[in-house]
């Protein structure tokens, strides 16, 4: 079978089938036993990687209530409460979902690192405070945008969300105070469980798993780090 692309560039199958990277020598080593200092530790690392672009890219899935599972990226933006917080419109197809159903998975893909972390848990909204705090922090053309945009709903034109866009910059122009749409907001994924991957010789990955033992007190985490095979 060839993949042909239509613009004189192919791919076979071979090809593909070939596309493989042998993976380095070094390991797992001295990770911290805390879950949240070894991801942020991990996470400089990626942040000053220059192979790395969007280190705080992470891969989303949320589950609805009719049981379809829907994946997309967004940005990590604080790591914070026990929790990884990021930024979204809240009647979006990904707030519609976590409208009930609260389990999610979170996947950052380091590839050039030859690494992944990979997260279990629950979404739960953040403070309105919370919100509106990090909303002001943003570009006033990225604060017009959140007001223009009905995110995932069926949009007719370009031009049609060009016009909403202009509208709300009107009515905010660029240097006044742009208040925080209510549907607009950000989530925080409280974790049960992240995995630390990273490729080593012949497949022998190491696998580091933090699961979260249940303690009395909810807001108290403990982990219990298990290896696993690759
Ligand atoms: C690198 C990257 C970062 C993104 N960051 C966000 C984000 O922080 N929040 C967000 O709502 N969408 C973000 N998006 C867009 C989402 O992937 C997605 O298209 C959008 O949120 C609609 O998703 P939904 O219809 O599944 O709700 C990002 C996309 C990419 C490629």
Redesign the pocket.
Known sequence: MTLDTGMGNELGRDEIAAMRRSYGEAGIDGLAEDPFVAFSQWLVEAHENPLIV?AN?MVLT?LDHEGRL??????L?DISKNGFT????YT????VALHGQPQVTLLFPWYAMERQVSINGDAEKISREESEEYFATRPWGSQIGAWASR??APLASRDELQERWDGAAAKWPEGTSVPTPPHWGGYRVIPRDIEFWQGRYSRLHDRLRYERRLTQAPEEMKWEITRYYP
């Open positions: 969007e890219a949320t829907s994946t997309r990226t967004v940005l933006k990021f930024f979204t419109n979006s197809r990904k707030g995110q995932s």
